[in-house]
């Protein structure tokens, strides 16, 4: 089991609302607009970065609240150990800013990676393989997230090193080379590590799906491009080496930062681009269940799964729900009817959600 206790508190739509005696499926049903996604972006806010609609922090808390919201979940581990409190937090005298607790003590947004692993697919993520490269970007990173805690950590501090960077490249004066020898060795370093992770991932997850019955769900080949320098030495090299372009261009060129992930339909060997849209959509789900097979088990898994199931038919769905089942993550689904979650109501716990508000109607 995963999160067995959430609250949330003046967030979006919701004022109080409060879920326990969670399960393995966890159905939120209703109307457009009644606030079940409000209720996955939440629990999408129980790991670092912006959550599922990557919205500024304002524009979250509930308007006519207090300015502020709260959202907090108690994880059991499955080895008997004492539960794990995890919140998050933003305080109305400082809207813009999100704090954060794990276990009662102020921690790092970073650090909750540490304790639960959160995944998510939303109908905005439909056109993925059409969207921006740093879409694309993000979205293998939240992957290796789930298997790498520590790969938050590294993205923050390369990050850092290159808004300097950059800052120093697009500056009028001529930028100190040391500066530039400095902040390149940061570059250098965690670029080395992130290109690492990422790689180590991907070849993970392309093995993964050539290894999966593609029946209902056709076998996606992933790479990453363009390939360039991922050694620390020769990225170092390779940054100083095009000094020079970058200060015409005025930002950094090359390194991880310029990297995303390629994606084709195998059986055609047609970029997922070019793709039919239920090709794109089918190709997605399976990276996402591919990868839920090799999420790391020493720490609570969770997916976030919006309006998709009433997009598949009866056999997709079928197929869906058993490979769900086989990868032992805990599973929050939203549908504005029950029809499409037939099969698994029986072992669902199913909220009604109206308004802000939910109503329990089901327990596995």
């Known amino acids: 089991m995963a999160l067995t206790r959430i609250s949330i508190l003046d967030f979006r739509n919701h004022a109080t609302t409060a879920l326990e005696d969670t399960a393995r499926f966890n159905l939120l049903v ?40 709260t959202i907090g979940a108690q994880i059991q581990p499955t080895d008997g150990a004492a539960p794990v409190q995890l919140g998050t937090h933003v305080d109305p005298a400082h809207p813009t800013r999100r704090r954060v607790r794990i276990n009662g003590a102020e921690a790092s947004a970073l650090g909750l990676a540490e304790w639960l692993s959160v995944r998510w697919l939303t109908p905005a993520m439909d056109g993925l393989f059409t969207d921006s490269a740093g879409a694309r970007r993000r979205f293998v990173d939240r992957l290796v997230l789930a298997t ?31 500066w530039l020898d400095a902040l390149e060795a940061q570059l250098a370093e965690h670029g080395a590590a992130i290109a690492a992770n990422r790689r180590d991932l991907v070849e993970r997850l392309d093995t993964a799906l050539g290894q999966q019955d593609d029946t209902h769900f056709p076998r996606p080949a992933l790479a990453l491009e363009p390939v360039g320098p991922e050694e620390r030495d020769a990225l170092a090299a390779a940054l100083r080496n095009n000094r020079p372009a970058d200060r015409r261009a005025g930002r950094t060129l ?3 930062h310029r990297v995303e992930l390629a994606v084709t339909l195998a059986s055609k060997g047609v970029p997922a681009a070019h793709s039919s849209t239920g090709e794109q959509k089918a190709m997605l789900i399976a990276i996402v269940l591919a990868h839920g097979a090799l999420a ?20 997709r ?45 089901g327990k596995p």
């Open 30 to 69: 209703g109307a457009n607009g009644a606030g079940k996604t409000n209720v996955l972006e939440a629990l999408s806010l129980l790991a670092p970065g912006r959550g599922l609609r990557r919205a500024k922090l304002p524009e979250i808390a509930r308007k006519g609240g207090s300015g502020g919201f």
């Open 254 to 256: 090359i390194g991880p």
């Open 148 to 178: 790498a805690p520590g790969h938050a950590t590294l993205a923050n501090r390369y990050e850092t090193a290159l808004r300097n960077r950059n800052r120093l490249l697009s500056d009028e004066a001529t930028p100190d080379p040391r």
């Open 296 to 315: 790391t088990r020493d720490r609570a898994g969770v997916l976030l799964l919006d309006e998709v199931a009433a997009h598949l038919d009866p056999d």
């Open 317 to 361: 769905r079928a197929a869906l729900f058993e490979r769900l089942a086989d990868n032992g993550e805990q599973v929050w689904m939203t549908g504005t009817e029950r029809a499409p979650f037939e099969a698994i109501l029986p072992q669902a716990a199913l909220w009604e959600v109206s308004g802000g508000s939910l109503r329990r109607v």
